[in-house]
């Protein structure tokens, strides 16, 4: 089993800064994408950023330029840094982690931390 744990979330104004964490443990052989998703309206995801086992990233197109996604392949640890945030950007972001077991390969989520962005 793989678990996620998220920190770093919490209340900023527009124009401010925060940074996301999310560490993965258990019992796998290895990491491979890993990244943030965030809610949007019902129970719809989008995609905030992710990257590789290589590092090669991916950007949804409302935050290029503002957030940068990275990873600490050691401590299977990936970080997400949003810049110039939005009240837009509001959200509970989702981290997630693809992950080889002994069973599968296959996508594991966190709980989720909330970004609240003020005007």
């Known amino acids: 089993q793989v678990e996620l744990v998220e920190s770093g979330g919490g209340l900023v104004q527009a124009g401010g800064s925060l940074r996301l964490s999310c560490a993965a443990s258990?019992?796998?052989?290895?990491?491979?994408?890993m990244g943030w998703y965030r809610q949007v309206s019902g129970n719809q995801r989008e995609l905030v950023a992710r990257?590789?086992?290589?590092?090669?990233?991916n950007y949804g197109d409302s935050v290029k330029g503002r957030l940068s996604i990275s990873r600490d392949n050691a401590n299977n640890t990936v970080y997400l840094q949003m810049n110039r945030l939005k009240p837009e950007d509001t959200s509970v972001y989702y981290c997630?982690?693809?992950?080889?077991?002994?069973?599968?390969?296959?996508?594991?989520w966190g709980q989720g931390t909330q970004v609240t962005v003020s005007s």
């Open positions: 258990g019992k796998f052989f290895s990491i491979n994408a």
């Open positions: 997630f982690a693809v992950a080889q077991t002994t069973d599968r390969l296959g996508s594991y």
């Open positions: 990257i590789s086992i290589g590092g090669i990233t």
